[in-house]
Structure formats: C-alpha cells, structure tokens
C-alpha cells in the first residue's frame, strides 16, 4: 500500500510539474507582446516597461520559467515601480488590475466556490446513485422508463435552462424562496443553506443524470456475473443481492467519474456562478478573461488543476481501499 500511494503522489506530481510548463508556455511564451497584453490596450509605455520588469520577460525562457516556479515553491519579489513587494509562497503574481496578490485572491474566492462545489457534489451523489439504484429495483416497469427517460433529459439540458426555470418557478412565481445570494457559513449558516439551495439543485439535476446512468448500467453488469447467479440458487434475496453485491460493483467507475468532476467544478462552475450572481471562482475567471488579466487567469487554471491532481489522487486510495487488487497494477 504504501509503495503504491508513493508511485501515486510521484505521478501527481509530475502531472502538476507538467501543468505549470503547459501553461507558461502558452500565456507567456506564445507570439505577441506578453507585457502589452498583460497591461491593457491603454497603457502607456512606462506602464507596459513596469510590467516586463515584473514578470522579467526581458530573461531568458527558462529563466523566466525557473521564476515563475520558484515563486510557487517559495515566493519572490515583484517590482512596483516605487519599491519591491514580496509575494509568499505560493506566489501566483499579481493582478494588473486590483494590483492584489492573486493567491490572495484564490483564497477570498475559495470559500464561496467550494461551498457551492460540495454542496452540489453531495446532492448529485445521493440523486444520481439513489436513481440507478432505484431504476435497477424496478428494472421492466414503468418506473425504469420514467427514470431513464429524466436521466437522458437531465443529460441534454444546460445548467443555466435549468437555473433559469428553478428561479423563475420557485423565486418569481411561487415565490418560495429568496433570490439566490452567497451569505457566508460563519455568518448565518441557515441564510447560507438558503441561499445556496438553487444552484446546488440545477448542478445536481445536470450532474446527477450521469451517476444515474453508470450506477444503473455497473450494476446491471455485475448482476449479470456468475456469482449472482450462485446467491439467487441459494435463496439470498433479490434486495439483498442488489443491496449488497450489485451497489458494490458501481462503486468503482463513481469514485473515477466523481473525481474528475469534483476537481473540475472548481473552475467549471462559471455559467452557475455567473447566473446565480454567486461570487467565487468562475465568476472572477470570466471577468479576468475579459480584462485580460494574465496573472489571474493561470493563476485560475493552476488551482483548478491541483484540485483535479488532487482529487484523482484521493479517488485512487479510495479505489485501493475499495478493491485490493489495485494496488498490485
């Protein structure tokens, strides 16, 4: 188990390692004046000299690069034209526009996009596993039609069609709940809830169709396999074996799929954020997309990717605990 975790934290990693070179390279290395498009259209010629000081752009590549790296690991230094101000570690640059640090302003964002992320995560979970569930008990009844039906139907929708509806219904007309606004947990932990219930609901009718879906098909599988067949001939109940034998075999191909969207939502939640007015991660990568604001952006891309790194390596120890046979692959 533990030479197995230690080949899975090297591989995680790597791919990080990886990431920063992917994207240095495409945001600071691609053709074009870097400085100029990292200061706006408007600057002047002092503004964009300032801002290849900043980033060095004048240094060689890898140099540039070994900077850029050596601020994640350790920090550096950042000229601001009348003094020097230091970026702690991990140091993500600055924004050309708040002139904040952008680590500092992951970190403000954070809490407002994992609130919504887990939130939705979990909901998703419990609708998308129970439906699969569910749709395998009553498997050639009417119920099964209905449930595969609203799972497809789930599956094409947008999540701002769904958004839509859910504040049009239950904000406009029913007038039932509030309009949806982030009131921090520390704050009010009922407003919180409150607030947060809609976007929670239109992610997790988008995402939940999926889990649907491959819960329902793992489990048809594995009651199809030889030793299910080997319980029903010795009595064990229909409820017992889809229960206890048939959930176990779905188990697997959830925790893969829940990790890779667990980890994406964090930076592919911006049409609900934008949508809902919540202010977190999405919603400050679109506007940082918009202004041009190079810092921001990788900076953005960089933690959304540890966190997908993150939780596939998380998937994998669960996967090791799930089934023992993984740690010997």
């Known amino acids: 188990m533990t030479g197995f975790l230690l080949r899975r934290l090297g591989g995680a ?25 990292a200061c706006g259209p408007r600057c002047s010629p002092a503004q964009v000299a300032q801002v290849t000081e900043q980033l060095r752009l004048d240094d060689p590549v890898y140099t540039q690069y070994w900077h850029f790296l050596q601020g994640i690991v350790a920090g550096r230094d950042f000229s601001t034209g009348t003094g020097v101000e230091h970026c702690s570690a991990p140091c993500l640059g600055v924004s050309y526009q708040s002139d ?12 407002v996009t994992g609130s919504l ?28 039609r209905v449930l595969t039906w609203l799972t497809l139907a789930g599956t094409a929708t947008p999540v701002f069609v769904i958004g839509l509806l859910l504040i049009i219904i239950f904000c406009s007309t029913l007038q039932w709940l509030p309009s949806p606004t982030y009131v921090p947990f520390t704050e009010d932990p009922e407003q919180w809830a409150w607030g947060l219930l809609l ?3 239109s992610l997790a009718l988008i995402e939940s169709a999926k889990y649907a879906r491959l819960t329902r098909s793992s489990m048809l599988e594995t009651l199809a396999e030889d030793h299910v067949r080997t319980f029903r001939a010795y009595g064990v109940s229909e409820r017992a074996i889809v229960g206890r034998h048939a959930l176990r075999g779905a188990v697997a191909p959830v925790i893969a799929l829940s990790a890779l969207d667990f980890g994406s939502m964090f930076g592919g939640a911006v049409l609900t954020e934008s949508l809902f007015g919540i202010p977190g991660l999405g919603r400050e990568l679109v506007h940082a997309v918009k202004v041009v604001d190079l810092p921001v952006v990788v900076g953005m891309v960089l933690v959304t990717g540890f966190f997908v790194v993150l939780a596939n390596a998380v998937a994998d120890m669960l996967y090791a605990l799930a089934d023992r046979r993984v740690v010997l692959s």
């Open 13 to 37: 990693v790597f791919v990080l390692l990886s990431l920063t070179v992917i994207l240095y390279a495409v945001f600071y290395v691609a053709p074009g004046d870097v400085a100029q498009i």
């Open 117 to 144: 992320v887990i939130g939705a995560f979990v909901c998703w979970i419990l609708l998308g596993v129970g439906t699969g569930v569910l749709s395998v008990r009553r498997r050639g009844r009417i119920t099964e």
């Open 100 to 111: 904040q640090q952008v680590m500092q302003l992951i970190v403000t964002k954070l809490p």
């Open 199 to 201: 976007p929670w609901v």
